[in-house]
T-cell receptor
Framework: GAVVSQHPSRVICKSGTSVKIECRSL??????MFWYRQFPKQSLMLMAT?????????EQGVEKDKFLINHASLTLSTLTVTSAHPEDSSFYIC????FGTGELFFGEGSRLTVL | DQQVKQNSPSLSVQEGRISILNCDYT??????FLWYKKYPAEGPTFLIS?????DKNEDGRFTVFLNKSAKHLSLHIVPSQPGDSAVYFC??????????FGTGTRLKVLA
């Protein structure tokens, strides 16, 4: 099946710094990628929909200035958590949809810990 | 407003028996449904899907049933194996290119 790679898988940073997470579709072109956040024992919360070459569409309640999303190419989307705080600590997951099938393929996830 | 609901947060099943995970949705515009399996600290992996024009799709030990009139789908795993222990998410595709996920059901298969 299609492969989506996410990097880094784990990152620890100090409060106030910014962290970038990359999401790559390795063997297919993804015009649309999605970013999720998973809180402990809760569902995957859709943060934003990222379309190649245009601005991301953020879900209600997600701060676009805090969670910067860039989808510069058909195979790469990035999520930058700016001025991170401990409450931003979470498991962030990206996904990409395979055009024509509706299937959604996920990255391995990135665990962010803000000290 | 939870458009996709998984009302059972957890389920325990004996190895070899059938596991049935349920999912309900409210939006009749959903036309594609998927099930994902997730282990801790990993991204979800695709299991099986079903289009709204079908009422059943089977792939090995996994079968998904769709009841459009009841807005209900279920995932059957038979026989259940200890390696199936994970959190299972159902998801609905809305056609506006957005996937809506349920809250997940934690399946534990007892050896």
């Amino acid at each position: 099946g299609a492969v989506v790679s996410q990097h880094p898988s784990r990152v620890i940073c100090k409060s106030g710094t910014s962290v970038k997470i990359e999401c790559r579709s390795l063997d297919f072109q993804a015009t649309t990628m999605f970013w999720y956040r998973q809180f402990p024992k809760q569902s995957l919360m859709l943060m934003a929909t990222s379309n190649e070459g245009s601005k991301a569409t953020y879900e209600q309640g997600v701060e676009k200035d805090k969670f910067l999303i860039n989808h510069a190419s058909l195979t790469l989307s990035t999520l930058t958590v700016t001025s991170a705080h401990p409450e931003d600590s979470s498991f962030y997951i990206c996904s990409a949809s395979l055009f024509g099938t509706g299937e959604l393929f996920f990255g391995e996830g990135s665990r962010l810990t803000v000290l | 407003d939870q458009q996709v609901k998984q009302n059972s947060p957890s389920l325990s099943v004996q190895e070899g028996r059938i596991s049935i995970l349920n999912c309900d949705y409210t939006n009749s515009m959903f036309d594609y449904f998927l099930w994902y399996k997730k282990y801790p600290a990993e991204g979800p992996t695709f299991l099986i899907s079903i289009s709204s024009i079908k009422d059943k799709n089977e792939d090995g030990r996994f079968t998904v049933f769709l009841n459009k009139s009841a807005k209900h789908l279920s995932l059957h795993i038979v026989p259940s194996q200890p390696g199936d222990s994970a959190v299972y998410f159902c998801a609905a595709f809305s056609g506006t290119y957005k996937y809506i996920f349920g809250t997940g059901t934690r399946l534990k298969v007892l050896a």
